[in-house]
Nanobody, 124 residues
Framework: EVQLVESGGGLVQAGGSLRLSCAASGFSFDNYAIAWFRQAPGKEREAVACTSVSDGGVIWPDSVKGRFTISSDNAKNTVSLQMNSLNPEDTAIYYC?????????????????WGQGTQVAVSS
């Protein structure tokens, strides 16, 4: 059974940093792409970053490029999202998700398994 558990969210001031972690179990990192999405109030869920065997680390929104970094620790079955220089627009619930395959799709519906999410709030 695939299980994903996010942690590391919280309240931070603008300019601060947070490191989110996704503890994964029930599958091999070699056969799955693992991504981070976020959803702000009243907005659609947005793909943020992904790691896979073929794509390595991918960061999608231009708004977070240069500030967010994704990394994986296969030995610990953990994928992390390091978020620096946070601003209020980064406030959202952040979700970890996985899909089969070696590449990272950006489409929300292509991901089969989701964690419960972790809240990130950035104050100005």
């Amino acid at each position: 059974e695939v299980q994903l558990v996010e942690s590391g969210g919280g309240l931070v001031q603008a300019g601060g940093s947070l490191r989110l972690s996704c503890a994964a179990s029930g599958f091999s990192f070699d056969n799955y792409a693992i991504a981070w999405f976020r959803q702000a109030p009243g907005k659609e869920r947005e793909a943020v970053a992904c790691t896979s065997v073929s794509d390595g680390g991918v960061i999608w929104p231009d708004s977070v490029k240069g500030r967010f970094t994704i990394s994986s620790d296969n030995a610990k079955n953990t994928v992390s999202l390091q978020m620096n220089s946070l601003n209020p627009e980064d406030t959202a619930i952040y979700y970890c998700a996985v899909t089969t395959g070696s590449m990272c799709p950006v489409i929300v519906s292509w991901y089969s398994y989701w964690g419960q999410g972790t809240q990130v709030a950035v104050s100005s």
